[in-house]
């Protein structure tokens, strides 16, 4: 368990000695912590950190490719600061990947940025929704057949204080373990769901024992307790990079972090055999997407 977090101290943003290994680890389902780089945030900027710039009705605050901003509140002042300070973010975390992950560079599709300026602690959510547990990312209206979902995250909290995740353990051990109690594929289930619109589109068993995972996961209270885990502080200033549909992870403590998505095809990963859709389909024997 000790080695699921990679430290790496490089100070920049981009990096002109990528080492293969950081592709390994992270397709490994390690979380890579970049120690050292800078985010600096200008004094004006700190008028965006206040848990009441979110809008009561988003879970989150996002911006997209074209510049929308969705999810905050406040004057057109402001939401074009927080754009702003976002987007720096976005820019930044693909400096990042394309420096650091240059085997994916030509691959990768950007999804909306987001800002998270509530306090974990005190946040009530059902256990579904619950990120306090631990889990790995499966999305129930978003069938994905397999891609992956490539993370950046940062700790931008203005005083100092740390987000504090817990990191489980490996997929494989996961799969071992829920996979045999999980229910039946129902192909039939499935077109149901896309045709009432509760699905975009047609989900996959990929993407329904993804779900099964996330869920049994976040279900089993002694799971969450006594299942080999690391509790990861990440300082302020802290950037980490996972591919949060294998990291089990869970956020317990902490206030203002921003995330950068990247989908990255499954065919397209350095060795395909470590995705969740191998390793998936190597347990259960059968083809899932
Ligand atoms: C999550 O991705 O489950 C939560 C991450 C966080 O809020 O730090
Ligand atoms: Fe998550």
């Known amino acids: 368990m000790n080695n699921q977090i990679i430290e790496v101290n490089h100070p920049e943003w981009t990096t002109h000695i990528a080492q293969d290994k950081w592709v390994t680890d992270l397709e490994a389902g390690k979380v ?11 004094a004006f900027e700190l008028d965006f950190f206040t848990s009441e710039i979110r809008n009561p009705k988003s879970r989150n605050i996002s911006l997209d490719a074209s510049g929308n901003l969705k999810g905050a509140v406040g004057n057109e002042e402001v939401q074009a600061g927080l754009g702003l300070m976002m987007e720096r973010f976005r820019t930044q975390a693909q400096a990042l990947v394309n420096s650091y992950f240059p085997c994916y560079k030509d691959y990768l599709s950007v999804a909306p940025t987001s800002f998270r300026p509530m306090q974990i602690e005190t946040r009530n959510q059902s256990w579904r929704a619950d990120d306090k547990r631990l889990h790995v990312d ?23 204080v740390a987000r504090v995740w817990r990191v489980g353990e490996p997929f494989e051990a996961i799969v071992e373990r829920f996979i045999p109690q999980a229910a039946p594929y129902s192909a039939w289930r499935a077109r149901a769901l896309n045709i009432a619109g509760v699905t975009k589109s047609f989900r996959s068993e990929y993407d329904h024992l993804m779900l099964q995972l996330h869920d049994a996961m976040k279900r089993d209270l002694d799971y969450q307790r006594n299942s080999p885990q690391l509790t990861v502080p990440f300082p302020a200033g802290s950037v980490w990079a996972c591919f949060s549909d294998q990291v089990s992870h869970a956020a317990m403590s902490g206030q203002y972090m921003m995330e950068q998505t990247f989908h990255l095809p499954v065919s397209n990963q350095y060795d395909t055999n470590a995705s969740p859709l191998a390793i998936l389909r190597n347990f259960t024997g059968r083809e899932l997407i």
């Open 138 to 160: 499966a999305f129930p209206s978003r069938p994905n057949y397999g891609e992956r979902i490539l993370r950046v995250f940062i700790n931008v909290n203005p005083d100092n």
């Open 32 to 42: 890579l912590h970049f120690t050292s780089l800078e985010f600096p945030v200008p």
